[in-house]
C-alpha cells in the first residue's frame, strides 16, 4: 500500500496478542498523523494513506487499499466549513460517498473500520451535553454531509465505530491555539466569541482513544471523542495566550461580529456515557489536557 509508510511499534497489546494491521486514511491530516503514531506505539503493523496515495471517492481504488487490513481508520474529511456551503456536492463526495466506498470495503474484508465523525451534526442549541442517541439535525452543509457519512457507515457495516470530536487542536496542523498565540505576539488586544461552547479536544488524545476503542473490541455504534468539561472559544483564548507567555488582553465578542456562510454551533458539548458504558475511560478535562498539549501543540513550527 503506497503512502505514508509502514512503520511498526515495539510489541502488540491488543486482548488478542498480536499485532494487527491498521491502514489509517487521511494519514497526512492533523488527526491522522497523530493515529499512525498512537496505533505505531500500541504494537501494530500501521500504513497510511493520504490524498496523493488514495483516492477516497473512488469505490474501486478503495476496494484494494483496504484488502488485506484489520483495522481501518477513516480520518478523511472535507473539513473547510464554509466553502462547504457553495461546493455541498463536492463535501457530500469526500464525507458520505467516501465514507460508504470505506465501509463497504472494510466490511468485505473483514476489517473494523473507525470512521470520525463531528459535533455539527447535531443543533447546536442543547443546554446539556449531547448523549450519543440525540437526534442530529445538522445546520450547515458540512454537519449535512457528515451526518450522512454517519448513516452510510452504519448501514453498509454495522459493526464500525464511529467515533465524533470536536474543536480539535494538533501539532500536525493549523489549528485554534497555535493562530492565537501566534496573534497574541503580534497584536495589542483580541477578540474573541464567547457565545460558543465546546471541548477543546488534543488529537493526540483522540488517537490514543481510537486505538484503546479497537484494543477493547467495544460494539458497533457511536461514542464521544470529545475532552471532558466545557469553556467557550474566550476561556480557550485566554488559556492559550497565557500558555503562550503573552499577557495580551483579549477580549470578547459574539459570533454576529463575524459574517461567515456557515452557521457555527452555539454548545458543541458532547456526553460520553457510552464509552463508561463498555469500559473505556474518557479523555480528561480539557484544561487539564490542554497543558499537557501546550508544549508540543505551540512548539511545533
Same mark, same amino acid.
Given at each position: #500500500?503506497?503512502?505514508?509508510?509502514? @512503520?511498526?511499534?515495539?510489541?502488540? *497489546?491488543?486482548?488478542?496478542?498480536?499485532?494487527?494491521?491498521?491502514?489509517?486514511?487521511?494519514?497526512?491530516? #492533523?488527526?491522522? %498523523?497523530?493515529?499512525?503514531?498512537a496505533a505505531t506505539r500500541a504494537g501494530h503493523e500501521v500504513s497510511g494513506a493520504g490524498r496523493a496515495e488514495l483516492d477516497v471517492t473512488d469505490a474501486v481504488a478503495v476496494r484494494g487499499a483496504v484488502a488485506g487490513y484489520d483495522v481501518v481508520v477513516n480520518c478523511a474529511a472535507w473539513t473547510a466549513v464554509d466553502a462547504a456551503e457553495e461546493h455541498e456536492a &463536492?463535501?457530500?463526495?469526500?464525507?458520505?460517498?467516501?465514507?460508504?466506498?470505506?465501509?463497504?470495503?472494510?466490511?468485505?474484508?473483514?476489517?473494523?473500520?473507525?470512521?470520525?465523525?463531528?459535533?455539527?451534526?447535531?443543533?447546536?442549541?442543547? *443546554?446539556?451535553?449531547? =448523549? +450519543?442517541?440525540?437526534?442530529?439535525?445538522?445546520?450547515?452543509?458540512?454537519?449535512?454531509?457528515?451526518?450522512?457519512? &454517519?448513516?452510510?457507515?452504519?448501514? &453498509?457495516? =454495522?459493526?464500525?465505530?464511529?467515533?465524533?470530536?470536536?474543536?480539535?487542536?494538533?501539532?500536525?496542523?493549523?489549528?485554534?491555539?497555535?493562530?492565537?498565540?501566534?496573534?497574541a505576539g503580534e497584536r495589542d488586544r483580541l477578540s474573541v466569541v464567547d457565545d460558543q461552547t465546546g471541548q477543546p479536544t488534543w488529537t493526540a488524545d483522540v488517537a490514543d482513544l481510537i486505538v484503546r476503542l479497537v484494543a477493547a473490541r467495544v460494539p458497533g455504534g457511536i461514542y464521544h471523542g470529545t475532552s471532558s468539561g466545557q469553556v467557550t472559544w474566550w476561556g480557550f483564548a485566554r488559556e492559550v495566550v497565557a500558555s503562550a507567555g503573552?499577557? @495580551?488582553?483579549?477580549?470578547? *465578542? @459574539?459570533?454576529? +461580529?463575524? %459574517?461567515?456562510?456557515? =452557521?457555527?454551533?452555539?454548545?458543541?458539548?458532547?456526553?460520553?456515557?457510552?464509552?463508561?458504558a463498555v469500559g473505556v475511560e474518557p479523555i480528561g478535562d480539557w484544561a487539564e489536557r490542554w497543558k499537557v498539549a501546550a508544549p508540543e501543540v505551540l512548539g511545533a513550527p
Open positions: #500500500m503506497a503512502g505514508a509508510g509502514v @512503520t511498526k511499534g515495539p510489541g502488540p *497489546t491488543d486482548p488478542a496478542g498480536a499485532a494487527q494491521r491498521w491502514l489509517v486514511v487521511g494519514a497526512a491530516g #492533523m488527526l491522522g %498523523q497523530d493515529v499512525l503514531a &463536492e463535501a457530500f463526495a469526500v464525507n458520505a460517498t467516501a465514507a460508504a466506498h470505506l465501509a463497504r470495503a472494510a466490511a468485505a474484508a473483514g476489517a473494523r473500520l473507525v470512521h470520525v465523525s463531528t459535533d455539527y451534526v447535531f443543533d447546536g442549541v442543547a *443546554t446539556e451535553p449531547y =448523549p +450519543e442517541d440525540a437526534p442530529v439535525a445538522p445546520r450547515s452543509a458540512y454537519g449535512r454531509t457528515k451526518a450522512a457519512g &454517519e448513516w452510510a457507515v452504519r448501514a &453498509e457495516a =454495522p459493526d464500525a465505530v464511529v467515533v465524533r470530536t470536536a474543536w480539535l487542536y494538533g501539532a500536525g496542523g493549523r489549528c485554534f491555539p497555535r493562530t492565537i498565540a501566534r496573534v503573552h499577557a @495580551t488582553p483579549v477580549d470578547t *465578542t @459574539t459570533s454576529a +461580529e463575524y %459574517q461567515l456562510p456557515a =452557521p457555527r454551533p452555539a454548545y458543541s458539548v458532547l456526553g460520553h456515557a457510552r464509552l463508561r
